[in-house]
Every structure is written in C-alpha cells, then in structure tokens.
C-alpha cells in the first residue's frame, strides 16, 4: 500500500524585545545563569506580571506578514505542568483567544507553488533551561530565560513531504528576519520546530496516529527527522502494527527518533484564563500602525529584482536571503548601474570572502560603492577582470579606496596599441611551433597566444584590443 505523510510543524520564535514579556527583566542570551530573574519570572507568591507592549507589536507584525486574521479581543491562559525548569507550576500562554489565526505562507517546491495554511500564531512566556552534569548525576537549573517572549506559529497540516516541511520553515525563518523579529538562531534556541506526522494511505482524507517530533536544532536535522520517521511509521504499518500516538526525540548522532513519552492533549494542560492578566484589546488603528512600520518582504522583494533588474530567478533568491545583503545589493547597482554584474560579484567574491572570514555581510570591509567603483573601472577600461580581482582583494584587506588601490600598485591596463603589438610580436616570435600548428588549421590556439600575452603584460592588457591585434597579426 502506498502511504502519504502528513505534517504539521509548531515553529517557536523568540522576539527580539529588551525585556522579558511580564517584567523588566533583560531577555539577552548568554548571561551568566541566573542572573536575569526577579521575583516575577522566578514565581514567587504573591507578584503580578506585567504586559510587554512590544511583545504584542511583534506579534501583530507576524500576523500582518503572514496575512491572518487578528482577534481584537485576547487574553492569557495558564497551561498547567511540573517540570523543574518551569518555576510557577504554569506557562502563561494563550489558549482559547489566540492573537491571531487563519494566515498563510506560500512557499516554492521544485518549481511548483503551494500556499501552507497558518492555524494560529499566539503569544507566550518561554521556560528556563536544565543543564546537564556529563560528570556526575546532577542537574542544574537555569532560569534566565524563564519568561521571555515567544510566539507560537502552528501550522495546518498541509505539508506532504519534508521538502515542503523546510520550504515552509525557511519561509517563516526568513519573514520573521526580515521584520527584525526574531535573530532566527537555532543552535541558541530562537528559533526552534516542534513537528507533527502521520501516515495515511494514498487518497484517503481521514488522518492516521500522529506523533510529535522534537530536539531538532537545524533545517537538516528537521529534514533528516521527518524522512527518518515516514519510514518508522510505514514500516510499522506495513508489519501489521500500529502507530501510537507519542512524543518521539530526534537523536541526530545515530539519526533516529526515541520515544520520549505519551503525547498530551490539550486538556491534560488544564487550560484556565489567567486571573492575574486583564484582557488584551487590539484597536483597529494600532493595527494598522504596525502595519505601516513593516519592510518589503522577501517574496515581494525577490520578484522585484527580477523583474527590476532583470537578474535570474536565482540569483534574486540569493540577493534576497537577507535584508541587509539586498541592501548591499541595491546600492552596488545603484553605483555601478550594472545590475547583473553586480550580482555576480557578490555571490562569488563578496559572498566568498565572507565565509572565509566568517562575516556577516554588514561587516563587510568592502563597501557597496567599492564594488560599485571596481565594476565601473572595468567597464570603463581602466583595469582588466583579472586586474579586478587583485585590487578587490586589496580592498577587502585594507579598506583602501580602489582608485588609490590601482596608483599605488601600478594596476592601470594598457590600451596603448603600439604596447600591446610589441608584446603580441614578442609572443609569436617565442611560440614558432605554436604558430605554425595555429596556421595548420589549430586555432584553439588562439586562446594560448591570448593567455601567453596577458601573462607577459602581467594580466594589464586589454583583452579586446589584444584580441583584435592578435586576429590581423595572425592573418597576415
């Protein structure tokens, strides 16, 4: 029997506020444990949390972003369980009147578009953090991030493949960037997957005994997750025994999902309305306040490059991966007036020089008008392609301006005809075998000739004028 995955994935994103979502506290990563707590997010009897404004402003530009509808009418519920790093004895959450509900993301798989349906996006205070003794049988809890803000983003289950799972979940990743939301980090947790699946058989509509899947800290390991599990569950299937409904725990060493637990239902939490949080009422006018502050998003970005600049559909998505590598872009272009140049040198040497250095774009030590200047130096003939690329490295070192780059090394190219014909005769006269197989019949060797005088002019030479002396000299 054919069997067809269905998933759904529970994306959680940490908003990039300064403070915690019910106190004062900094919600920075990495400080030392337990240094960013107070009474509130440490639980203690009797303190009353407090609304984060800007929590709830973030959230509207995820839902804005993601075309849902927002509830004008919310509020906060306490989803009830024990766990050691969960101080109160409850997450506030919410429950029955989410922020927002009924978006959606398109998303591109092997050429073909498919709109995933977003169920709900809600707000919500994260736990704190258990560490581990690999040395001895201890546990040590740290609760600085108890209480900082998160949305919860749970999809329809409308993905067919783990393609379409990391299509989705790019997208969202990228959306959530882009609006400067979330820094989108998975290996520090902000922004991590929970993901739902089940096996069907082939043209039925009821779904099959689902199981969640979590600890999965990277696109690949979603991936790899998701494809590991599909076959789990139909290898059961097919054996004659049943799905059951679980909590299961990718192992990325051994690629594999372990059981981890029973998987709850919602009422196994006791969902009740906070009594310490009054409701939350969103006005039509703060929406569309949010509304106005929100960038270009990428999708839309991405088909204005093409569709602006004439560039191919990939190197748009490339460009487009980040806001501020579009930027960088865009400023290069309007610089250098050439757009597909423009593209190619970022995604080969900007984009190759970063990796190397492990730099973020913004940190980039050539400038948009740099490159905009050595691309425009090249057109104009100053210096050659492979000039460029000596002087684009000595920019990248030293910050230097590439005119001063090119006096300073002599780099100027020569276009002197009488130059480059002295250095064409030269050439020819120490080829004698060369030249007379070219006038055999070789003329792949005409490509030698080209390379023998751009290594005697050290690479200064014009390549179009010593292309057309070299065509009359060999004609004579």
């Not at 019949?441 to 080209?450: A, I």
């Amino acid at each position: 029997m054919e069997y067809e995955p269905v998933i759904g994935l529970e994306v959680h994103a940490q908003l990039l506020t300064k403070t915690k979502i019910f106190c004062g506290c900094s919600a920075k990563f990495g400080s030392a444990p337990n240094n960013n707590t107070c009474p509130i997010c440490l639980g203690m009897p009797g303190v009353l949390p407090v609304m984060n404004k800007k929590v709830v402003e973030y959230t509207i530009k995820m839902a804005v972003a993601t075309h849902c509808r927002i509830n004008k009418n919310n509020n906060f519920a306490r989803k009830n369980y024990f766990y050691p790093d969960l101080p109160k004895g409850y997450q506030i959450s919410q429950y029955a009147y989410p922020l927002a509900e009924g978006g959606y993301v398109d998303v591109e798989i092997n050429g073909a578009k498919k709109r995933i349906g977003i169920t709900r996006i809600h707000m919500e205070e994260d736990a704190g953090k258990l560490i581990h003794d690999e040395n001895n049988p201890s546990s040590y809890v740290d609760l600085n991030r108890a209480g900082v803000p998160l949305i919860e983003i749970v999809s329809e289950p409308d993905m067919r493949s783990p393609e379409e799972g990391i299509g989705y979940l790019r997208r969202l990743h990228e959306i959530l960037v882009y609006l400067e939301i979330c820094d989108g980090n998975m290996e520090e947790g902000s922004f991590r997957c929970d993901a739902n699946i089940s096996l069907r058989p082939k043209g039925e509509d009821e779904f099959g005994i689902r199981t969640e899947l979590k600890n999965m800290n990277s696109f690949r390991n979603v991936q790899r997750a998701l494809q590991y599990e599909i076959k789990r569950q139909q290898y059961v299937l097919e054996s004659g025994g049943k799905v059951i409904q679980e909590t299961r725990l990718w192992d990325d060493s051994q690629g594999v999902t372990h059981s981890m637990r029973g998987k709850e239902e919602a009422h196994d939490y006791r969902y009740f309305p906070d009594p310490d949080l009054v409701p939350l009422m969103i006005s039509e006018e703060w929406i569309k306040e949010v509304e106005k502050t929100l960038p270009e998003l990428p999708l839309r970005k991405r088909e204005r490059f093409v569709r602006e600049y004439g560039i191919p559909p990939y190197d748009a998505g490339v460009l487009t991966a980040s806001r501020d590598l579009a930027d960088f872009y865009e400023k290069t272009v309007k610089y250098s007036g050439k757009p597909k140049i423009a593209s190619n040198w970022i995604m080969g040497d900007v984009l190759g020089y970063l990796k190397e250095d492990k730099k973020e774009i913004k940190d980039s030590p050539v400038t948009p008008e740099a490159l905009g200047d050595v691309i425009n130096l090249i057109e104009d003939g100053t210096i050659s392609g492979k000039i460029a690329k000596e002087v684009f490295e000595e920019v990248w070192k030293t910050g230097k301006d590439p005119k001063k780059v090119i006096e300073e090394k002599g780099l100027v190219q020569i276009t002197d005809a009488g130059a480059l014909e002295t250095a064409i005769e030269e050439v020819l006269k120490s080829s004698p075998a060369q030249l007379e197989q070219y006038k055999q019949g070789k003329e792949k060797l005409f490509g030698y000739f080209v390379g023998q005088v751009m290594k005697a002019t050290k690479g200064k030479a014009n390549p179009k004028l010593v292309n057309e002396i070299l065509r009359k000299k060999l004609s004579e």
